[in-house]
């Protein structure tokens, strides 16, 4: 949470705007308390707020007051028998109706700021980016440029689709949006080289990125191309050089061992809609650069069915160009797997309709990069000062409640009631709710 307040993400949601207003407790409170919810083991928005409504040190340090957090502060959801313990310091539900009162454009302003820092604190290194699209159940799907260049991808832009809405489209609307707010964000220069999967080898679009933006296309080319049947024509009259290789990839943590035989094609031209939009662009004589993989082990594979990279980038020889393309599973590997499974993007998300899945979906990936980031040097000394800047913080408007506690490279946030009981002195009073034991009996790590 520190990292997270450090790269300005609460102060983007403090100025987000809300359709209308409503009385009791105010949205930037209730929006900083959302923002914190991704980082809990609990995936769904209820168990997740029941959680850290247990924890008062870091409601305190998200802006709750002690009596908020004791007494609670709206007077909705009203029991017969009293106020109930998962009502403090507020229902799960008005968590919901805070967020149904932001509009999709806010996310997108929430989403640039947050991403903006990252690029301005220069956590974001490296000129491979890659674009995939992946659903999210029936009704939506997200589509992301991510940074791979380094061992731990770092998203940089993001559009979330409804209903049957394609990423691709005939003029690629959503990844040129997508490429223009990166570019914004982190420099006409901060993408060099942009892999893609066989659902991005559009003609025009390559254009525009190549001569355009000036940004290199490495990408699977669909064998449904007349260059595709090009390039096998080469390969079938014997006419390409063949090199095999070994290495060893990793799928989903395990590690395989993988031999191919690559082949450079070279230049071909025997695209007419890339070629056309080139010369739109002032190309005299456009041209495609392609190489061809087979794949010899652990399953050998068919001439007929090896698939073909085309760049336009001219690479030393195919085994370069194969290894080039290979960050690009960080997208899905690292990516939407650790978003889907980790953060439990998919199946938890709090609700149903359009404005649950912006928030969720927006907070979650905010959430990933910081964690993303704080695996960096860079990211962790970053969080050291915030944690310095908190405790900083705390002491002044709090006195020493809550407490940080160091060991090593870890930190931890106590209530001070917490602490006095370890040590043998309980509190007589304290912000703890009375009104029974936590659903969950271990806080969040």
């Known amino acids: 949470m520190a990292l997270h307040i450090e790269l300005g993400v609460f102060d983007a949601l403090d100025h987000l705007p809300v359709d209308r207003q409503r009385a009791g407790i105010d949205d930037a409170l209730l929006l900083r308390t959302l923002a914190t919810l991704p980082f809990l083991p609990e995936p769904g928005l209820d ?4 959680l850290l409504f247990q924890e008062p040190a870091i409601l305190l340090q998200l802006g709750w007051a ?50 903006a820092a990252l690029y301005h604190r220069q956590l974001v290194r490296g000129q491979v980016y890659a674009i995939d699209g992946t659903g999210l159940g029936n009704d939506f799907r997200l589509v992301c440029l991510v940074c791979v260049s380094a061992a731990r991808p770092v998203i940089v832009a993001w559009r979330l689709l409804e209903g049957a809405a394609s990423e691709k489209g005939r003029e690629a609307e959503v990844t040129r949006e997508l490429i223009e707010q990166a570019s ?14 066989a659902l991005y080898a559009d003609g025009p679009l390559i254009a525009w990125l190549a001569y355009a933006r000036g940004i290199d296309v490495l990408t699977p080319l669909p064998p449904d191309r007349r260059m595709y049947a090009d390039a096998l024509g080469l390969a079938r009259r014997g006419l390409l050089a063949w090199t095999r290789h070994r290495y060893v990839r990793t799928i989903r943590g395990h590690k395989q061992a993988r031999t191919v035989e690559v082949a450079a094609v070279g230049e071909l031209t025997s695209w007419d809609s890339f070629v056309e939009a080139a010369r739109g662009y002032g190309v005299p004589d456009p041209s495609l650069w392609v190489a061809l993989v ?3 082990a652990p399953k050998e594979q068919a001439l007929e069915d090896c698939w073909a990279l085309v760049s336009t980038r001219r690479f ?30 998919e199946d938890q998300r709090w609700g149903r309709d359009a404005a649950a899945a912006h928030c969720r979906t927006t907070l979650t990936i905010l959430a990933f990069n910081t964690a993303q980031v704080y695996r960096g040097r860079g990211g962790a000394r970053l969080a050291k000062l915030g944690i310095r800047r908190l405790r900083r913080q705390a002491r002044r408007d709090l006195g020493r409640a809550p407490v940080v506690i160091f060991m090593d490279d870890c930190y931890g946030v106590m209530a001070v009631e917490e602490l006095l009981a370890v040590v043998g002195f309980p509190a007589r009073q304290g912000l703890l709710p009375a009104l029974g034991e936590p659903n969950h009996p271990h806080g969040p790590t």
């Open 47 to 50: 168990p997740a707020a029941r």
């Open 294 to 296: 087979r794949e010899i």
């Open 316 to 345: 030393a020889d195919g085994y370069a160009a194969l290894q080039a393309f290979r960050p690009r599973w960080h997208i899905e590997d690292d990516g939407y797997r650790e978003l889907k499974e980790g953060f439990g993007l």
């Open 184 to 197: 914004e964000l982190g420099g006409p220069e901060c993408i060099g080289l942009l892999l893609a999967d």
């Open 66 to 115: 002690p009596t908020q957090i004791q007494a609670g502060d709206n007077h909705r959801h009203r029991h017969p028998e009293g106020r109930q313990v998962e009502s403090l310091p507020c229902h799960p539900d008005t968590l919901r109706d805070a967020f149904r009162r932001v509009e999709r454009a806010a996310w997108l302003r929430v989403q640039r700021t947050g991403v």
